[in-house]
């Protein structure tokens, strides 16, 4: 059991490191928990024009977008969200390392993990609301509908940081006093739009760093820095828009036994577990 929920934590590790900077009630030693899986699904626009240095107003003109900066730039910016995405890189935090891969397609999304504790799949299967979660090693994982609830309010002592992948538009809400520095530059021969926020909490400050890509519309690399140190970050090796969707791409192999979220929760189960435990010689 400790196996599979570890194994939750580590798929919600690998996105969650931004939403540090982003809540005033985050502490820098907080629990990351899977929050509904709903949340990770990626909304798909295709109208939207593509990004460019410079960008057509209503009227036609053209605005120039390298001379902006701040909440002007953010406003001015002529975002897209890509209905298929592929990237690869490395996650870190607290001593952690993860190597991932990640496939999004509409509202369906994979990704792979390679850490100390093994290789780990997570996909959501938009058609059936469901998040599959499991370790190619134990051959075990537990699945999270849409619907699922899990009731938190028992563990006060406990914070918690939602999981999202977030792509297009929604990188770019509005962060009003948070919003320290935004401006058009360059990494590693993409550009990007670095966007730099900060919350202040009662044990220090958490400032959260993105270098958002122009062309796909991902973070490339993020930080999250408190009190002046990096405690965790992200970055992408390889990102591309073209990949071929196959029918297993977004579907649980059928040798990996998953359990429901609903049974971690049923007394019957527990009671059915520690049965087994007992005829255990």
């Keep these: 059991m400790k196996k599979v929920i570890f194994m939750v934590l580590v798929f919600v590790l ?17 629990t990351v928990s899977e929050s509904a899986a709903g949340g990770a699904q990626a909304e798909a626009t295709t109208e939207a ?10 009227q036609g003109e053209k605005i120039d977008l390298s001379s902006k ?20 890189g490395t996650s870190y935090a607290e001593g952690m390392t993860i190597e991932t ?24 299967n938009a058609d059936e609301g469901a998040l599959y979660s499991y370790s190619v090693t134990d051959g075990a994982g537990m699945i999270f509908y849409d619907d699922d609830e899990m009731d938190m309010e028992d563990d006060e002592d406990e914070e918690y940081v939602e999981a999202d992948i977030t792509l297009g538009e929604e ?4 962060l009003g006093g948070m919003l320290v520095d935004a401006e058009l530059t360059e990494l590693n021969g993409y550009e990007v739009v670095y966007i730099e926020s900060s919350t202040s909490t009662g044990e220090g400050e958490w400032l959260t760093r993105q270098w958002i890509s122009t062309e796909y519309w991902y973070p490339l690399k993020f930080e999250s820095v408190f009190n002046g140190a990096v405690i965790g970050g992200y970055d992408v090796d390889e990102i591309s828009s073209d990949f ?31 049965e087994d435990e007992e005829e255990t010689p």
């Design 14 to 30: 690998v996105f969650a490191i931004t939403g540090c900077g982003d809540s005033g009630d985050t502490e820098p030693e907080a």
């Design 69 to 88: 900066k701040g909440q002007e730039l953010l406003d001015a910016l002529s975002v897209r969200t890509l209905d298929k995405l592929y990237f690869k």
């Design 244 to 274: 071929e969707v196959t029918e297993d791409l977004f579907t649980p192999p059928d040798d990996i036994e998953f359990m429901d979220l609903d049974d971690m929760f049923n007394m019957d189960f527990y009671d059915e577990y520690d």
């Design 49 to 58: 024009n593509a990004p460019q240095e410079t960008t057509e107003a209503s």
């Design 171 to 174: 990188l770019f809400t509005d």
């Design 101 to 124: 891969i990640t496939y999004i397609y509409k509202d369906n999304y994979r990704t792979e993990s390679k850490s100390d504790m093994g290789e780990q799949v997570a996909i959501y």
